[in-house]
C-alpha cells in the first residue's frame, strides 16, 4: 500500500564488493567480483550485460537462490533485513524475506503438475495467516490485477494449457501477492515477443509502484532501461563497468563497452533500423 | 535447462580417445588372468572336477586349497574349471546379445517416426521388448531352459537373447540422438543424400555404446546364468558352475563350513567386477 | 453430458483396456514359444515315449493340441480366458489348483519387500536431499551406485551365515513358520494376512521370526534399483527453476519438499515396475534357499519333471502379474503428472 512506503527502511539493498564463486572440477571460478550497490527503497534498479556477463548470479546472489556449490563473500550484504553473509549455506535454499523473484520463462518457473490456484493459494497463504477460502477470493482478485480477464478458468487450469503470455501474467501475480518489499526479475521478457514485452513491464512497473516494492531487473536489452528504470548498472565479465542514473548513462556512457552495448544492441528502445554493429571484446 | 545459476562447464573431452597404456593394466590384468584361467583349464586342476577324490567337508588345506564340498570333490579343481564355462556363457551371450540388439536397435530407430507398415513394425518392436525386458529374467531363463535343453549352448544363447532388450535400447536412443545431428549435417551440406550420410555417420556412431555396454552385458549374462545354476535349472550336475557350487554349499555355510560357498562367490565377484570395470573405464574416457 | 465424463475418463479408461490386449499378445507369444521345442508337442508334454494310437490322440485332444494351427491358437486362447490352465499329465494335478495357492504367496513376499524398499527409497533419498554431506547421505549414495552388483543368491547365502549361523538372530531357514505349526485358516489366501487375520500369535511370531530374513535380503538386493533413479530424479528437480520460484514465493518449507518430490517421482514408480518384476525373480531364488513354498518352489520342480504344461501356466501367469503391476504404475504416474495422459496437449517447451 503507497501509504507504508515511508515506513520501510531507507536502502532496500546494501551491498559492497560481493564475490560470488563456483566451484567447479577444475577448480573455483569467479562469476561476479567487486560487485556494489546500493538501492533506495522504491526505486527501480535495471542491471545490464550481455550473457555470461555475471548479472544472473548477482540476481540469484541476492535472492539467496544461489546452489550449495556456490559461495558468497561480501563486505556487506544487506537485502532488506537479512545478512547474507551471515547465512549458512543450505542444500535446498530458505528464501531470502522479503525478496520474490520473476524468472524469464514461466513454463519453467511454475510447477507443471498443480494448478494455478493452487500454487497462487499457497503463496497467499504463505506462512499460515489466511485461511484457504479467504485465499481463493485473493486469488482471483490477484489474476484480475495482472490482467487476465477470466480468472475462474485460469484459476483450475494447468500452466502447460495457458498461453505463453497468462503463464508470464500468472507468475508475477505469484511473486507479488505475498507484497515483497524486493522484486528481483530475472530477464522477464526476454522470451517474449515485443507486444507482450511491452505491455508486461509496464504490468510490472505499475504494480511494483502500487506496493512500494524496490525493482531489481536483470537485461541485456540495454533500450529497456531508459523507460523502466530509475538507475542502471552495466556488467561485463562478472565485474561492473558502469553505473549510475539511467537518463545520464545512457546520455553519455562513460565506459566504452557502455557505448557499445548502446550501439549494437537492437532494442524495444530503437525504432529505427541500424544495421547491427559488431562488437569487438572489449575488456 | 540452464538457470542462472549453473556453473559453465570445462570444455567436454574428446569422445573416444583411447585410454593410455599405464592405467590400462589394473583394469586389464584381470580379464587377461580370467581368459588364461579359462583357456588353460584342466591343466591347473590339480585334481579332476567332477570325480570324488576325497572325503566330504574337509576344511582349507594344503591338499587342498579350497578344500572339498559335500561330495567330496576338490572345490579348487572346480571352481577353475567352473571359470570356463562361466566366461564362455559370458562370452557368447554379450556376442549374441550385442549383434542382435544392433540389428534390431538399428531398425527400431530408423523406422519409428515413419507411417506404414515399417514404422507400425518397428514401434510394435519397441513397445514388445520393453515388455520382454520386464519379466524378471530368471524366470524366462528358466522356462526357456527347461524348454529347449539344458547344455551350455542354450544357456549362453538363452543369457544372450535375455540381455538383447538392454542393447537393442541403448542403440535405438543413439540413432535417435544421431539422427536428429545427421538432418541438420544434411540440411547444411549439399549434394550429399540422406541416406549416404546415414549409413556412413550413424552407423559407426550409434553402434558404438552398445559396444562398450558389451561388457557389462558380460557381468549380467554370467550372474543370470549363475543364478539358473543356483537355482538347479542350469547346466546339469556335476557340471563345474560357480551358481550350481554356491547352492550346494549353502546348506553347508548355514552350519558353519562357508568354503565351499565363499570361493565360487569370490570367483563370481571377481569376474563380475574385472568387466564392468573395463566399461566403466571406457566410459570414463568419453 | 456423457461425452463430456468420457473425454475427462477417458485417459484411465483407454490404459485399463489395453491390459487384455498385452495379456493375449504374450499368451499368443507363449503358444508359438512351446511349438518351437523340438519333438512332439503331445510326447513332450504328456512325458513319455509310448503311447498306443488311442491314447495319443486322446491325449492330444486334451492338450488342445489336434487340428489345424489356427484351430489350436483358438483353443488354446480360450482356455487361457477361462483360466482353464489344463491337468498336468506328470503328477495328475490340476495346474491353476497348485497355482491358485502358490501365487499369493509368492506375491505376498514380493509386496512387502517392495513396499519396504519404497519406503526405505523415499527416507533415504529425503533425508541426503536435505543433507547431501552428512555420511549417511554419502552411504546412501554408494549403495545405489552398486545396484546390481550382488546377486540375491550371494546376498541370501551370506545373510543366512552372518544371521542364523554366526548371529542366531534369525530362525532356521527351513520354510514360512517352525514345523510342527498349523497354517492359518485361509481368508484371504495369503499367508501372512491370514496369520493377522485369525491373530494366532505363536504362528504369527513364528512367521516373522522365518520371513524377516528373507525379505530383508530381497529389500537390500533390489532398493538400489529405484533409489538410484530417484537420487537423480530429485537431483534434477531441486536444481530446477520451478523450485527456486516455489521458494522465492515464500510458501512454508514442506510444500517445496512436496513440489519437488512430485517432480521427481514419475522415473521411480516407472521404475517400480520393473522392481516388481526383479523381485519376482528375486522371490524364486529366495524360496529355493530358504525353502518356502511357493511359485518358486512350484517351477523349479517342474522344471526337475519336465512338467511342460506346468512351465507354461508358470510363465503367463507370471506375466500376467508383471503386466497388472505395469498398468498400476502407469496409472498412479498419469495420476501424479497430467502432461503424461493420452491426448494432452502441451504447448511450448516443457
Given at each position: 500500500m503507497p501509504g507504508d512506503v515511508g515506513l520501510r527502511a531507507a536502502n532496500a539493498v546494501e551491498v559492497a564488493d560481493l564475490r560470488v564463486r563456483y566451484r567447479t572440477p577444475d577448480g573455483w571460478f569467479t562469476a561476479v567480483s567487486d560487485f556494489s550497490l546500493t538501492v533506495s527503497s522504491g526505486q527501480r534498479v535495471a542491471i545490464v550485460g550481455e550473457s555470461g556477463s555475471g548479472k544472473s548470479s548477482v540476481c540469484m546472489a541476492l535472492a539467496g537462490l544461489l546452489p550449495l556449490g556456490a559461495a558468497v563473500e561480501a563486505t556487506t550484504a544487506r537485502i532488506i533485513e537479512t545478512d547474507l553473509t551471515a547465512r549458512p549455506t543450505r542444500a535446498i535454499p530458505y528464501q531470502v524475506p522479503g525478496v520474490s523473484v520473476v524468472f524469464q520463462n514461466a513454463m519453467n518457473a511454475l510447477?507443471?503438475?498443480?494448478?494455478v490456484g493452487s500454487q497462487l493459494g499457497t503463496a497467499i497463504r504463505g506462512r499460515g495467516a489466511t485461511s484457504r477460502a479467504r485465499a481463493r477470493v485473493l486469488a482471483g482478485e490477484w489474476l484480475e490485477r495482472v490482467g487476465i480477464r477470466d480468472p475462474a478458468r485460469v484459476l483450475r487450469a494447468r500452466p502447460y494449457e495457458l498461453s505463453g503470455g497468462m503463464r508470464q501474467r500468472v507468475m508475477i501475480a505469484i511473486a507479488l501477492c505475498s507484497q515483497p518489499e524486493l522484486l528481483i526479475a530475472?530477464?522477464?521478457?526476454?522470451?517474449?515477443d515485443v507486444t507482450l514485452s511491452v505491455d508486461l513491464l509496464e504490468l510490472i512497473t505499475s504494480l511494483t509502484a502500487d506496493l512500494g516494492t524496490t525493482l531489481l531487473m536483470i537485461t541485456?536489452?540495454?533500450?529497456?532501461?531508459?523507460?523502466?528504470?530509475d538507475r542502471v548498472v552495466v556488467m561485463h565479465r562478472g565485474r561492473v563497468v558502469e553505473q549510475g542514473d539511467t537518463e545520464q548513462v545512457l546520455a553519455a556512457p562513460s565506459a566504452d563497452y557502455t557505448a557499445a552495448l548502446l550501439a549494437c544492441a537492437p532494442s524495444l528502445g530503437q525504432l529505427n533500423d541500424h544495421r547491427l554493429t559488431t562488437m569487438v571484446g572489449v575488456s | 535447462m540452464t538457470t542462472a545459476t549453473t556453473p559453465p562447464t570445462a570444455a567436454p573431452a574428446t569422445r573416444r580417445r583411447l585410454p593410455g597404456s599405464a592405467s590400462m593394466v589394473p583394469v586389464v590384468a584381470p580379464l587377461v588372468l580370467l581368459l588364461l584361467v579359462a583357456a588353460l583349464g584342466p591343466l591347473l586342476a590339480p585334481y579332476s572336477p567332477i570325480d570324488v577324490v576325497a572325503a566330504p567337508d574337509q576344511p582349507p588345506s594344503t591338499q587342498h586349497w579350497f578344500g572339498t564340498d559335500i561330495y567330496g570333490l576338490d572345490v579348487f579343481s572346480r571352481v577353475i574349471a567352473a571359470t570356463r564355462n562361466d566366461l564362455v556363457v559370458g562370452l557368447v551371450a554379450a556376442l549374441l546379445a550385442t549383434v542382435i540388439g544392433v540389428g534390431v536397435g538399428l531398425f527400431t530407430g530408423t523406422n519409428?517416426?515413419?507411417?506404414g507398415v515399417p514404422g507400425s513394425v518397428a514401434r510394435g518392436v519397441t513397445r514388445g521388448l520393453d515388455l520382454f525386458d520386464a519379466l524378471p529374467q530368471i524366470v524366462v531363463g528358466l522356462v526357456l531352459l527347461a524348454f529347449f535343453g539344458r547344455n551350455l549352448l542354450t544357456l549362453s544363447v538363452v543369457c544372450g537373447l535375455l540381455m538383447v532388450p538392454t542393447q537393442a535400447r541403448v542403440v535405438r536412443t543413439e540413432v535417435l540422438r544421431v539422427r536428429r545431428e545427421a538432418y541438420l549435417e544434411s540440411a547444411r551440406l549439399s549434394g550429399e543424400s540422406e541416406r549416404g550420410l546415414l549409413l556412413r555417420h550413424m552407423l559407426p556412431n550409434s553402434t558404438w555404446p552398445a559396444l562398450e555396454n558389451a561388457s557389462y552385458i558380460f557381468g549380467v549374462a554370467v550372474t543370470v546364468a549363475a543364478g539358473l545354476g543356483f537355482l538347479g535349472v542350469g547346466l546339469p550336475p556335476p557340471t563345474p558352475e560357480w551358481g550350481a557350487m554356491i547352492a550346494d554349499g549353502a546348506t553347508a555355510a548355514s552350519a558353519g563350513r562357508w568354503w565351499s560357498s565363499l570361493f565360487p562367490c569370490l570367483a563370481l565377484a571377481v569376474t563380475v567386477i574385472a568387466f564392468s570395470n573395463l566399461a566403466h573405464q571406457y566410459l570414463r574416457r568419453r | 453430458m456423457i461425452a463430456r465424463l468420457w473425454r475427462s475418463q477417458r485417459w484411465w479408461i483407454q490404459r485399463v483396456a489395453l491390459l487384455p490386449v498385452h495379456l493375449f499378445l504374450f499368451a499368443i507369444a507363449v503358444f508359438f514359444l512351446v511349438r518351437l521345442i523340438p519333438g512332439d508337442p503331445v510326447l513332450i508334454i504328456a512325458g513319455?515315449?509310448?503311447?498306443?494310437a488311442d491314447q495319443y490322440e486322446r491325449i492330444e485332444v486334451l492338450l488342445g493340441l489336434s487340428g489345424s494351427l489356427w484351430h489350436q491358437l483358438m483353443v488354446f486362447l480360450g482356455r487361457v480366458v477361462t483360466l482353464d490352465l489344463g491337468r498336468s499329465?506328470?503328477?495328475?494335478?490340476d495346474v491353476q489348483e497348485q497355482i491358485a495357492w502358490r501365487l499369493p504367496a509368492t506375491i505376498e513376499i514380493a509386496l512387502i519387500a517392495m513396499v519396504i524398499a519404497i519406503a526405505v527409497t523415499l527416507l533415504l533419498c529425503i533425508f541426503a536431499m536435505l543433507h547431501p554431506h552428512n555420511p549417511v547421505a554419502r552411504f546412501a549414495a554408494f549403495y545405489a551406485r552398486s545396484a546390481g552388483a550382488i546377486p540375491d543368491f550371494v546376498l541370501g547365502v551370506a545373510g543366512i551365515l552372518v544371521f542364523y549361523t554366526v548371529l542366531g538372530w534369525a530362525a532356521a531357514p527351513t520354510g514360512r513358520y517352525d514345523a510342527g505349526l498349523r497354517p492359518a485358516p485361509r481368508t484371504t489366501g495369503f499367508p501372512f494376512l491370514d496369520a493377522l487375520l485369525s491373530s494366532d500369535t505363536v504362528l504369527l511370531s513364528s512367521m516373522l521370526a522365518h520371513l524377516w530374513l528373507p525379505v530383508l535380503v530381497l529389500v537390500v538386493g533390489s532398493a538400489p534399483t529405484i533409489m538410484k533413479v530417484l537420487q537423480r530424479s530429485i537431483e534434477h528437480a531441486v536444481d530446477d527453476e520451478a523450485t527456486l520460484f516455489r521458494i522465492a514465493s515464500g510458501v512454508p518449507r514442506h510444500v517445496v519438499i512436496v513440489s519437488v518430490l512430485r517432480r521427481a517421482s514419475p522415473t521411480m514408480v516407472t521404475m517400480c515396475g520393473q522392481l516388481f518384476g526383479f523381485l519376482l525373480g528375486g522371490a524364486v531364488i529366495i524360496e529355493q534357499l530358504f525353502a518356502i513354498p511357493g511359485m518358486g518352489q512350484y517351477a523349479v520342480q517342474a522344471v526337475g519333471r519336465a512338467d511342460f504344461l506346468a512351465l507354461q501356466a508358470f510363465l503367463l501367469t507370471v506375466a500376467a502379474c508383471v503386466l497388472v503391476v505395469f498398468l498400476i504404475v502407469d496409472l498412479v504416474n498419469m495420476t501424479l503428472d497430467p502432461r503424461r495422459r493420452p491426448g494432452v496437449m502441451v504447448e511450448g517447451n516443457a
Open positions: 510447477d507443471p503438475v498443480w494448478t530475472d530477464e522477464p521478457t526476454s522470451a517474449l541485456h536489452d540495454i533500450g529497456l532501461c531508459r523507460a523502466y528504470s | 519409428e517416426s515413419r507411417g | 513319455s515315449d509310448d503311447l498306443t499329465l506328470i503328477d495328475g494335478q
